[in-house]
T-cell receptor, first 109, second 115 residues
Framework: KNEVEQSPQNLTAQEGEFITINCSYS?????LHWLQQHPGGGIVSLFM?????KKHGRLIATINIQEKHSSLHITASHPRDSAVYIC???????????WGAGTKLIIKP | DTAVSQTPKYLVTQMGNDKSIKCEQN?????MYWYKQDSKKFLKIMFS???????INETVPNRFSPKSPDKAHLNLHINSLELGDSAVYFC??????????????FGEGSRLTVL
């Protein structure tokens, strides 16, 4: 079993829908990252969080340290949100990041 | 201004050749990374340097040798290229703070194809 599991692996939705992508992990962490990889290949950091909730525009990330779970939400989804969303966790006292396999999101107009 | 730039973006070469990919960051970060993304799209850490010192060295063949002439540059040299080396290689940087890696900034990737 991977130390970082994302669900779903693939998600197709209609424009405007509320999107939730989940990330569960089994190790102690000091931080969790959400990143976005566009079809063109570029990777962009969306959030880095260690507790609570963060919001950038239509994107919201939450983390529950006790439950070892994080969610990435997209409100009013748009076709340009179509990308692979990747969760990565930093283990306690270690510079290593453990990467999830990614969630491929397609938003249809 | 590109924050993390890597060159070349595309590289097609024959088996057995030696090639290098260069990476530069202008963010003033103290830590740089090389990742390999294979055909299944998994990102795997290869190396990380903090202030020119190697801090992460995953199990990669010793045909791969990173070089960090200063903290703004981390180059990747690959000897005796093999078919399995074909992948997209991403450079990234971050500022380590209180033991945390910090937000990661990625280059655009270098697609290596070994024929």
């Amino acid at each position: 079993k991977n130390e970082v599991e994302q669900s779903p692996q693939n998600l197709t939705a209609q424009e405007g829908e509320f999107i939730t992508i989940n990330c569960s992990y089994s190790v102690g962490i000091s931080a969790l990252h959400w990143l976005q990889q566009h079809p063109g290949g570029g990777i962009v950091s969306l959030f880095m969080l260690s507790s609570g909730k963060k919001k950038h525009g239509r994107l919201i990330a939450t983390i529950n340290i006790q439950e070892k779970h994080s969610s990435l939400h997209i409100t009013a989804s748009h076709p340009r949100d179509s990308a692979v969303y990747i969760c990565a966790v930093q283990k306690d006292s270690n510079y290593q990041l453990i990467w999830g396999a990614g969630t491929k999101l397609i938003i249809k107009p | 201004d590109t924050a993390v730039s890597q060159t070349p973006k595309y590289l097609v070469t024959q088996m057995g050749n030696d090639k290098s990919i260069k990476c530069e960051q202008n963010l003033g970060h103290d830590t740089m990374y090389w990742y390999k993304q294979d055909s299944k799209k998994f990102l795997k850490i290869m190396f990380s340097y903090n202030n020119k010192e190697l801090i992460i060295n995953e199990t990669v063949p010793n045909r791969f040798s990173p070089k960090s002439p200063d903290k703004a540059h981390l180059n990747l040299h690959i000897n005796s290229l093999e078919l399995g080396d074909s992948a997209v290689y991403f450079c990234a940087s971050s500022q380590i703070y209180r033991g945390n890696t910090g937000e990661l900034f990625f280059g655009e990737g270098s697609r290596l194809t070994v024929l």
